[in-house]
Nanobody, 128 residues
Framework: QVQLVESGGGLVQAGGSLRLSCAAS???????MGWFRQAPGKEREFVAA????????YYADSVKGRFTISRDNAKNTLYLQMNSLKPEDTAVYYC??????????????????????WGQGTQVTVSS
């Protein structure tokens, strides 16, 4: 069982930056982990993922070049550095972890049903 707690959300102006953190109760190196977001009235969408062990990264086209996913295995913490934020990035951001030993690649990392553990979410609001 993995418990995830996000932090770091808030209100920022367009063009600004935020760094989200996700503290995990398990060893982050053991799990493929991802960030998803959900805006009001919209479905939850994939943002970024980092695979277990090797740490390959994958991004949604909408955030590629602006967001960076990373992890600190010593602290069992996942991060999402968000730069050049846009109003359309406004959403609740969720940290998620896949089942033990699961590895994804490419679009295989996008499916939220493959992630078994979820945090409670943190609100990110970008003003124009």
């Amino acid at each position: 069982q993995v418990q995830l707690v996000e932090s770091g959300g808030g209100l920022v102006q367009a063009g600004g930056s935020l760094r989200l953190s996700c503290a995990a109760s398990g060893r982050t190196i053991s799990y493929t982990m991802g960030w998803f977001r959900q805006a009001p009235g919209k479905e939850r969408e994939f943002v970024a993922a980092i695979t277990r062990s090797i740490g390959s990264t994958y991004y949604a086209d909408s955030v590629k070049g602006r967001f960076t996913i990373s992890r600190d295995n010593a602290k069992n913490t996942l991060y999402l550095q968000m730069n050049s934020l846009k109003p359309e990035d406004t959403a609740v951001y969720y940290c998620a972890a896949g089942r033990a030993l699961w590895v994804c690649s490419g679009n295989g990392c996008n499916d939220p049903t493959e992630y078994h553990y979820w945090g409670q979410g943190t609100q990110v609001t970008v003003s124009s």
